[in-house]
């Protein structure tokens, strides 16, 4: 049985079809239409997809979710900071003369520089999704304890 819902992938088709487009026109096509169009799919595209995100990530929110902390860790690890790492080594080493002994340095910089020749949106996705799961967690733990003071069942939020 698939869960999917159909609308959430409606919305993240003609969110890559808007970054596509200003990926098009960024680098292909210039004049003042060229140019409020850019503006316009860029005022909204990258945030539009972090909204995607939240929506999928409230959707899959565990009810138990500190029994799961390492697997999730793990998962988004795998998912969101090792593409930004290798990116970003691939990127930087593409657009500058790499020696091997610069390697740590640009590790270091991926992170302290994230939006310099490295896929910025993957960090801040990976600490959104930690954050939204340390909140999911918190307000877990404070339903049980308003169903404990109170006595009856705790209502989960939305």
Known sequence: ??????????????????????????????????????DFIYSFHMGFFFFISGCTASLSADKNVWDNFYSFLYKKCCQLL?????????????????????????????????????????LYLF????????????SAKSRIKYARLFGSPAKPCG
């Open 1 to 38: 049985m698939n869960n999917r819902l159909e609308y959430i992938d409606i919305l993240r088709g003609f969110a890559i079809i808007t970054v596509v487009m200003g990926h098009i026109i960024q680098y292909n096509i210039h004049g003042i239409a060229a140019s409020a169009c850019f």
């Open 82 to 122: 090792v593409p930004f790492i290798v990116w970003g080594l691939v990127i930087y080493s593409i657009v500058n003369s790499v020696h091997y002994s610069d390697i740590p340095c640009r590790f270091v910089e991926i992170f302290s520089q994230p939006d310099n020749q490295s896929p910025w949106f993957l």
């Open 127 to 138: 600490c959104i999704q930690i954050i939204f799961f340390v909140c999911c967690a918190l």
